[in-house]
């Protein structure tokens, strides 16, 4: 049985933390805890080997334009970036964003299980 866990409080500050010590200050406002949007966001953790998992929306100068990342946070430091494929979106309140974006996180979130549930 796995020991990873979904963890639904704000984001853990260390997904924040190490993206900025290897990429620079200011280059991960979406990881940023005290950012509460945008939403959706999912994050799991593994109490027994200190690992924690993350799908968050990004995005670059558009801030429109928004993709799915899925993050991992191996126990002795340092953050991974896993590829869950294409999950870009628009951002807006258009019904058609919403289910793409929607469509988008299921995707992301889809990539990380089956990180956390490992090889077949």
Same mark, same amino acid.
């Given at each position: ?6 963890? &639904? ?7 924040? =933390?190490? *993206? ?7 280059? +991960?406002? *979406? @990881? &940023?805890?005290?950012?509460? =949007?945008p939403l959706p966001r999912a994050q799991w953790i593994?109490? $027994?080997?200190? +690992?924690? @998992? !993350? ?7 558009? =801030?429109?334009?928004?993709? *799915? +990342? ?7 430091? $340092?953050?991974?970036? %896993?590829?869950?494929?294409?999950? &870009?979106? %628009? =951002? ?7 289910? %793409?974006?929607? /469509? ?5 979130? +889809?990539?990380?299980? !089956? *990180?956390? &549930?490992?090889? /077949?």
């Open positions: 049985m796995s020991a990873w866990r979904r963890y &639904d409080s704000p984001l853990l500050p260390a997904f924040h =933390e190490r *993206f900025e010590k290897r990429w620079g200050k200011g280059t +991960a406002p *979406f @990881l &940023d805890p005290e950012y509460q =949007e593994n109490p $027994d080997t200190g +690992a924690a @998992l !993350a799908v968050v929306p990004v995005w670059s100068n558009h =801030e429109e334009q928004r993709s *799915f +990342a899925v993050f991992y946070l191996p126990p002795a430091g $340092d953050i991974w970036l %896993l590829r869950p494929g294409i999950t &870009d979106y %628009l =951002e807006s309140a258009e019904e058609s964003h919403v289910t %793409l974006r929607n /469509d988008a996180f299921k995707k992301a979130v +889809a990539h990380a299980q !089956a *990180f956390i &549930d490992g090889p /077949d």
